[in-house]
């Protein structure tokens, strides 16, 4: 009898540390498979939801000036900001993935001021800031590499704009008509600028290429009809001066073409102040000079 007491009493105990095991394993597979808890946001009344994606602005948005989108947006509906005429700043707390996919995300916002955009974005879409005229600030973070077509145009009061070290492409006309924009600090990573990209800039007096810049190609009408831009020194790495890239740029007293050019529009230099030309003796630059200089144009070598 005293043997069965003791096998029962045995084969309790060792049920009881099964189960126990057995609860824990339960407890940790429950921790590791439950999904992650969205934390809320003070800003998270001021849109609509379904999940993490942001599907419009709620009555309390629509009536905001001032927006800040939560960090536990994933993704931006088309059309959010479409045509806001109250909206002046916008602040993005983060971005866990590319949440700017629609062109025109800021189009017709005529009151616009200030975008604070979040690391971890590619992109500055393409026409993003399209009929904003108030714009005067963005803050553009290290994570974009490229600047869209018409993402700037004719933002009369952007007198300002930090290009970010990763930066490879601005593309067609995304600068063009920003009459306050005075100055341009280009980033050794910039390959590419479109072209018109900054077409009619009229007051921008300095374009300075970082030491050591990647940039091989500046587009056709680039920096044409930028009335204020007295001299140029072209990258040493670039390879294509686009047609008319400084046509009609009234101030225009020198500019430094790279030896490594090799392709240059006939009419880069049409019709702008008579003008100092620095090329490399020798080089493609100064065979090209020699063909087709209009009478506005000296050659000095350096």
Same mark, same amino acid.
């Given at each position: 009898?005293?043997?069965?007491?003791? !096998?029962?009493?045995?084969?309790?105990?060792? @049920?009881?540390?099964?189960?126990?095991?057995?609860?824990?394993d339960s407890? +940790?597979?429950?921790?590791?498979?439950?999904?992650?808890?969205?934390?809320?946001?003070?800003?998270?009344?001021?849109?609509?939801?379904?999940?993490?994606?942001?599907? %419009?602005?709620?009555?309390?948005?629509e009536v905001?000036?001032?927006?800040?989108?939560? %960090?536990?947006?994933?993704?931006?509906?088309?059309?959010?900001?479409?045509?806001?005429?109250?909206?002046?700043?916008v602040v993005?707390?983060?971005?866990?993935?590319?949440?700017?996919?629609?062109?025109?995300?800021?189009?017709? @916002? &005529?009151?616009?001021?200030?975008? =604070?955009?979040?690391?971890?974005?590619?992109?500055?879409?393409?026409?993003?800031?399209?009929?904003? &005229?108030?714009?005067?600030? $963005?803050?553009?973070? +290290?994570?974009?590499?490229?600047?869209?077509?018409?993402?700037?145009?004719?933002?009369?009061?952007?007198?300002?704009?930090?290009?970010?070290? %990763?930066?490879?492409?601005?593309?067609?006309?995304?600068?063009?008509?920003?009459?306050?924009?005075?100055? $341009?600090?280009? &980033?050794?990573?910039?390959?590419?600028?479109?072209? +018109?990209?900054?077409?009619?800039?009229?007051?921008?007096?300095? $374009?300075?290429?970082?030491?050591? !810049?990647?940039?091989?190609?500046?587009?056709?009408?680039?920096?044409?009809? @930028?009335?204020?831009?007295?001299?140029?020194?072209? &990258?040493? +790495?670039?390879?294509?001066?686009?047609?008319?890239?400084?046509?009609?740029?009234?101030?225009?007293? !020198?500019?430094?073409?790279?030896?490594?050019?090799?392709?240059?529009?006939?009419?880069?230099?049409?019709?702008?102040?008579?003008?100092?030309?620095? =090329?490399?003796?020798?080089?493609?630059?100064?065979?090209?000079?020699?063909?087709?200089?209009?009478?506005?144009?000296?050659?000095?070598?350096?």
């Amino acid at each position: 009898m005293r043997r069965i007491v003791a !096998s029962i009493a045995c084969l309790t105990l060792m @049920c009881a540390l099964f189960a126990g095991c057995a609860g824990e394993d339960s407890q +940790k597979k429950t921790a590791e498979d439950s999904p992650e808890i969205v934390e809320s946001s003070e800003y998270d009344d001021l849109f609509h939801w379904v999940d993490t994606r942001i599907t %419009g602005l709620s009555p309390k948005g629509e009536v905001a000036a001032d927006l800040v989108v939560p %960090g536990k947006c994933t993704e931006l509906a088309d059309g959010v900001f479409f045509k806001r005429e109250n909206l002046e700043t916008v602040v993005f707390q983060s971005a866990k993935t590319e949440i700017l996919r629609d062109d025109y995300i800021f189009y017709g @916002c &005529p009151n616009l001021t200030e975008v =604070v955009f979040p690391e971890g974005i590619a992109e500055i879409p393409a026409n993003c800031f399209l009929e904003c &005229p108030a714009l005067q600030s $963005v803050t553009c973070p +290290k994570s974009v590499k490229s600047i869209g077509e018409f993402a700037f145009p004719q933002c009369e009061n952007l007198a300002g704009f930090d290009f970010p070290e %990763g930066l490879e492409t601005i593309g067609r006309s995304a600068f063009g008509g920003c009459t306050s924009l005075k100055e $341009v600090s280009f &980033p050794k990573s910039l390959e590419k600028i479109g072209e +018109k990209a900054f077409w009619n800039n009229e007051a921008l007096e300095t $374009v300075d290429f970082a030491e050591g !810049s990647k940039l091989t190609e500046i587009g056709e009408s680039a920096f044409a009809e @930028c009335d204020a831009l007295k001299t140029v020194k072209l &990258p040493q +790495k670039l390879k294509i001066l686009g047609e008319k890239a400084f046509e009609r740029c009234a101030a225009l007293e !020198s500019v430094y073409l790279p030896e490594s050019l090799e392709e240059m529009g006939t009419l880069a230099l049409h019709e702008s102040h008579p003008i100092t030309v620095y =090329v490399r003796k020798g080089s493609y630059a100064e065979v090209e000079f020699d063909n087709y200089n209009l009478g506005n144009m000296t050659k000095e070598l350096y």
